[in-house]
DNA sequence: AGTGCCGGGAA
DNA sequence: TTCCCGGCACT
């Protein structure tokens, strides 16, 4: 209700303005995206002036009695005054050498402001039971959990495409699943993401690849071009089977093309659940895995990535149970064979979730191991929600596989002996468990 | 006996 | 640094 509204042409500039001024106002560093949006919504006000006023004093209004708002109470005082006060006066009033200079000073605002990193705080208060607004409050605390401020569409340039017909800075709804049982977050990831879509007919869907080779997040948008990206960069000039192994290294992104704040959204949600995350777009200035190439000789086995990587279901993947998005996470050993997570159904018991081998049609045997120790996608979102210990998948709660010692299984219990080269890296190591640390 | 993993050592 | 294992604590 709430938020889609906002996200309409209309109501969308103004919430956008008004965040914009109350961050201004309030003296913290302003989000950038609330600020371009706040100029971008200036420009456009001063472009149509009545309609302007309006719709915001309207809107305003309607904001006020919406609970979820009640904490921007500075921002309508300060946007009243700003706007009513050259609105009384209104736009019309101006020449257009000032319009243009308003123009003109928004584009710097912008300009200086599009790169910087979103570190942001907005101390945005629960909308509340309210209800109006799971995703009302979603709309900024996205911004809020992702460290991936520095996502832009174009990168340093400074250029922010700019979609009119969905200029509403919101970013995606999926923020609020972090709060959710992780196993809903996996699902609800999907789902959202396709929420997201749906709600947004306006912005294409665009794929861009994003190469997983470890600390390397290179996001190019064609899959030649990540081929080669690959073939060059990691897997060198090799043999047939280097060139046919490109395949594995990377994985293709739905992102929206358009809109830069719903395209790193998802991404960014997925991304603030870790650690020093950061979402690599081939677009942007310096992408941290460009400068940043892993020697041949490490490449069989490396599987620290620098951060979490963001991938859609590739052919790597694909049989991810219910994540849409793997996340890769730092291993203290390296940790995990490439194996993906099925609930397999044996008979035997509560064997649970059963990582089956099947990466791509490498057998499982100990001496073939795949160039790519990919992380499971079980064992990443075990890793991504370490501080939730407690709640696992479905297939996995299910069995109370909770046994004296420690809590968790260990790959040994978990694998068996007999599937030793499923352990954990650490476990194999005889070191402590990295897949299911208690 | 089985398991988890620390500490240490070899490569 | 990576990998492995003896050995201990614990169940």
């Known amino acids: 209700m709430g938020p889609e509204d906002r996200a309409g042409p209309g109501p969308g500039r103004t919430i956008a303005c008004q965040s914009g001024l109350q961050a201004c106002v309030s003296g913290t560093r302003p989000d950038t995206q609330q600020t371009l949006a706040y100029a971008q919504s200036c420009i456009q006000a001063e472009k149509e002036p009545g309609h302007h006023k309006n719709k915001t004093s309207d809107h305003l209004q309607q904001l006020e009695t919406e609970p979820g708002w009640s904490n921007l109470t500075v921002a309508p005082t300060v946007h009243l005054s700003n706007v009513s006060a050259t609105g009384e006066t209104p736009y019309s009033f101006r020449s257009p050498e000032s319009v243009e200079m308003d123009e003109i000073m928004a584009a710097m605002v912008l300009t200086s402001l599009s790169c910087n990193p979103v570190v942001q705080s907005p101390p945005q208060t629960d909308p509340g039971p309210g209800g109006s607004s799971s995703s009302s409050s979603s709309s900024s605390s996205a911004d809020m959990e992702c460290g991936g401020g520095e996502l832009s569409d174009s990168g340093s340039s400074g250029y922010w495409s700019w979609d009119h017909g969905n200029a509403s800075p919101t970013p995606s709804p999926s923020v609020t699943e972090m709060d959710s049982s992780p196993d809903e977050g996996l699902h609800m990831d999907l789902e959202h993401g396709e929420e997201l879509n749906a709600k947004k007919p306006k912005s294409s869907l665009r794929g861009v690849y994003k190469c997983l080779w470890p600390s390397c997040g290179k996001v190019l948008t064609s899959s030649v071009g990540i081929k080669r990206h690959i073939r060059v960069l990691h897997l060198g000039s090799g043999s047939d089977q280097t060139q046919r192994e490109e395949d594995f290294y990377y994985t293709k992104i739905s992102c929206e093309a358009v809109d830069t704040s719903s395209t790193s959204a998802p991404s960014q949600q997925a991304l603030g659940q870790g650690s020093s995350s950061h979402l690599i777009w081939a677009s942007c200035g310096s992408p941290p895995g460009s400068g940043l190439q892993i020697p041949p000789a490490h490449r069989p086995r490396s599987n620290s990535s620098s951060g979490l990587v963001l991938t859609r279901p590739s052919p790597l993947s694909q049989s991810a149970p219910s994540s849409f998005w793997q996340i890769h996470s730092e291993h203290l050993y390296q940790a995990c064979s490439p194996i993906q997570v099925s609930v397999v159904p044996r008979s035997q018991g509560c064997q649970g979730w059963t990582p089956s081998t099947s990466f791509s049609g490498h057998s499982n045997t100990p001496l073939v191991k795949p160039r790519c120790r990919s992380v499971s996608v079980g064992e990443q979102w075990l890793q991504q929600n370490r501080l939730q ?20 299984k260990k790959c040994r219990k978990v694998y068996g ?22």
């Open 389 to 408: 210990p407690m709640s696992v998948s479905p297939s996995r709660t299910h069995c109370s596989f909770r046994k004296g010692r420690g809590e968790a």
């Open 417 to 438: 002996v007999e599937r030793k080269d499923q352990w954990c890296t650490a476990c194999r190591w005889k070191k402590a468990c990295q897949r299911f640390p208690d």
